[in-house]
């Protein structure tokens, strides 16, 4: 077993657990379902060393999600934009603005204090090393940012939405109609599932519910559930 787990030298007990799942895959599920916290830091809100906004720049300023989040459809990992992405407009715009002042710092050479460092911004949505998660497997299969990240657009401060545990992953595996989106509409805050149907009618489809299974069935979206998928 050991070349299966080469990472996890270090959770012996997390790695029996799999491998007994792997052999009683129901059993090791039911267990580690409900013996999954329900909780893991929702609403966790770190102050930031830039008071930036998602509301201004999204909802006022109409931003996409990947204008700074550039990564996230072609990779595992979603990016948080560096400094450039804020400069390009922040050097003409707010110029003197307090709360860009460590953004001056990092950017701005005539700036007294001006160091040439990152911008430190402070994790807010982290999983444990032991799961494999994978944005674009996600984004690119009809699954908004919303689903898992609640309403970014209206918040002044970005919070946890939700509880990122086991069971919450595979609720959605286990049924992904009620989250699935026509793939043009994946980064549409605005997004309703029964306006979009009023003006894309679809044969046989009545019922945001049978959109979902009608998406599902189309683009044949199937998530997996052994443990492998998010553990390996
Ligand atoms: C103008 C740039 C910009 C745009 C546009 C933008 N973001 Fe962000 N986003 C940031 C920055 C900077 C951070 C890190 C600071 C923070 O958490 O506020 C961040 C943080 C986040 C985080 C938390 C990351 C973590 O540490 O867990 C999420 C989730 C997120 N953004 C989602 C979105 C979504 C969804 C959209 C589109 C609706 C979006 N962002 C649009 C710049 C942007
Ligand atoms: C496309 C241009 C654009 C980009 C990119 C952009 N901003 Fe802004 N930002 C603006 C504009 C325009 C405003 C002013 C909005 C207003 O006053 O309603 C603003 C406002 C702000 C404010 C509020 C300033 C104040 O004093 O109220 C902060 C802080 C800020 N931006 C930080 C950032 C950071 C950090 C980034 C990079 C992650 C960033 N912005 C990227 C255009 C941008
Ligand atoms: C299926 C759920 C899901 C979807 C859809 C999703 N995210 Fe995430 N996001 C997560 C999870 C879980 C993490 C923590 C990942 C980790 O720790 O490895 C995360 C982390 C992030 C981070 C922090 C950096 C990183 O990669 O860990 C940013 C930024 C982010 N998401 C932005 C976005 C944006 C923008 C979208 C939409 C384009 C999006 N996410 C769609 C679940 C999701
Ligand atoms: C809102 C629904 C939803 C949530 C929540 C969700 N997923 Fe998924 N996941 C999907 C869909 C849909 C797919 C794509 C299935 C397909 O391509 O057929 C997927 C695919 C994946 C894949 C890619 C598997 C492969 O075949 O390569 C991984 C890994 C994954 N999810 C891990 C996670 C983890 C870990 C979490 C929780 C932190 C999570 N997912 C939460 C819906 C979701
Ligand atoms: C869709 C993704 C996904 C699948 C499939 C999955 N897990 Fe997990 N698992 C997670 C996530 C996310 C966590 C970390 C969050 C948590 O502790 O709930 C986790 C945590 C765990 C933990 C640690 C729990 C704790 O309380 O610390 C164990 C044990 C585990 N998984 C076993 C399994 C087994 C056995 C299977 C197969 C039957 C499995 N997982 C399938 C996503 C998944």
Not at 178 to 189: A, Q, S
Request: net charge negative; proline share 7%; hydrophobic share 30%.
């Amino acid at each position: 077993m050991a070349n299966i787990f080469p990472r996890w030298s270090n959770l012996l007990p997390l790695k029996i657990v799999v491998c007994a799942g792997t052999v009683a895959g129901g059993i090791a599920l039911a267990f580690s379902y409900y013996a999954t916290p329900k909780t893991l830091a929702v609403g966790y809100q770190p102050s930031q060393p830039i008071p930036f906004s998602h509301k201004i720049h999204v909802d006022q300023l109409g931003l996409d999600c990947r204008y700074c989040h550039s990564f996230v459809e072609v990779s595992g990992h979603s990016n948080v934009p560096t400094g450039n992405t804020c400069w390009n407009c922040h050097q003409h715009v707010q110029q003197d603005s307090p709360k860009l002042e460590p953004l001056h710092i990092s950017m701005n050479p005539n700036h007294p204090s001006y160091d040439g460092e990152p911008i430190e911004w402070v994790r807010i949505h982290k999983l444990p090393d032991y799961v494999y998660f994978n944005h674009s497997a996600h984004v690119s299969r009809g699954i908004s940012c919303q689903s898992c990240h609640g309403d970014v657009d209206q918040m002044e401060v970005v919070y946890q939405a939700e509880n990122l545990s086991m069971g919450w992953c595979l609720e959605c595996h286990r049924s992904p109609e009620d989250n699935l989106r026509p793939l043009e509409e994946v980064f549409n805050f605005a997004y309703d599932a029964e306006d979009w149907l009023t003006e894309n009618p679809m044969e046989g489809v009545d019922t945001t519910e049978e959109l979902g299974l009608k998406l599902k069935e189309q683009f044949k979206v199937t998530p997996k559930e052994s443990c492998a998928t998010c553990h390996h």
